[in-house]
């Protein structure tokens, strides 16, 4: 079955440095690949997405991913961190073989602290 | 455009009580969601609805929670007789079916403690 584990349950990074999060996945097939970042006490809104083809995705706010088959990773990362970054970042694959939906398995989540 | 709307934000209740939460998709979209989130967990997938039709349920305790989604519009989850291991953030979302149909909108969910 499919999987998604995000090792590090919390990052504590200063403003203006550099992040990464880390993301394995466990899945039989091609994999669709996402981020997804939850602010607080609101719902879960998506970064980028990873469909076969270039290895590195763009999303919005200056994040990037970079999925590795040998690796079995899709990590997200970002040149340089804004306070407005705190929030909850969630990795997730979509379910579906038989084509997309939004049946995904999501990662425990990393909270991402932002200190000055 | 308006979001996912969901109601109530939050609920409390004693063990074997009963709740319902409601949930209005963004507008035009035929696929809707359900996802329970526990406490510094991930969200997973309940059940979900292409219009008005059952997807996939399998994840949904079906002796004590339900879900409908009559008209292909507006959903409710229902959990019969509450266990505190529901305790947990219901979010609902939606999307379109098409070429962005795995990008979900995710309303910001209600807060369930049972105790």
């Known amino acids: 079955a499919q999987s998604v584990t995000q090792p590090d349950a919390r990052v504590t990074v200063s403003e203006g440095a550099s992040l990464q999060l880390r993301c394995k996945y466990s899945?039989?097939?091609?994999?669709?690949l996402f981020w997804y970042v939850q602010y607080p006490r609101q719902g879960l809104q998506l970064l980028l997405k990873y469909y076969p083809g270039d290895p590195v995705v763009q999303g919005v706010n200056g994040f990037e991913a970079e999925f590795s088959k040998s690796n079995s990773s899709f990590h997200l990362r970002k040149a340089s961190v804004h306070w407005s970054d705190w929030a909850v970042y969630f990795c997730?694959?979509?379910?579906?073989?038989?084509?997309?939906?939004?049946?995904?398995?999501f990662g425990e989540g990393t909270q991402v602290t932002v200190i000055s | 455009e308006a979001g996912v709307t969901q109601s109530p934000r939050y609920a409390v209740l004693q063990e074997g009580q009963a709740v319902s939460f409601w949930c209005d998709p963004i507008?035009?979209?035929?696929?809707l969601y359900w996802y329970q989130q526990p406490r510094d967990q991930g969200p997973q997938l309940l059940v979900y609805f292409r219009d008005e039709a059952v997807i996939d349920n399998s994840q949904l305790p079906s002796d004590r929670f339900s879900a409908v989604r009559p008209k292909g519009t507006n959903s409710t989850l229902k959990i019969q007789s509450a266990k505190q291991g529901d305790t947990a953030t219901y979010l609902c979302?939606?999307?379109?079916?098409?070429?962005?149909?795995?990008?979900?909108?995710f309303g910001s969910g209600t807060r369930l403690t049972v105790l």
């Open positions: 979302a939606s999307s379109q079916t098409g070429a962005s149909a795995e990008t979900l909108y």
């Open positions: 899945y039989f097939g091609t994999p669709y």
């Open positions: 997730a694959v979509s379910m579906n073989t038989g084509g997309l939906s939004g049946k995904l398995t």
């Open positions: 507008s035009g979209h035929d696929t």
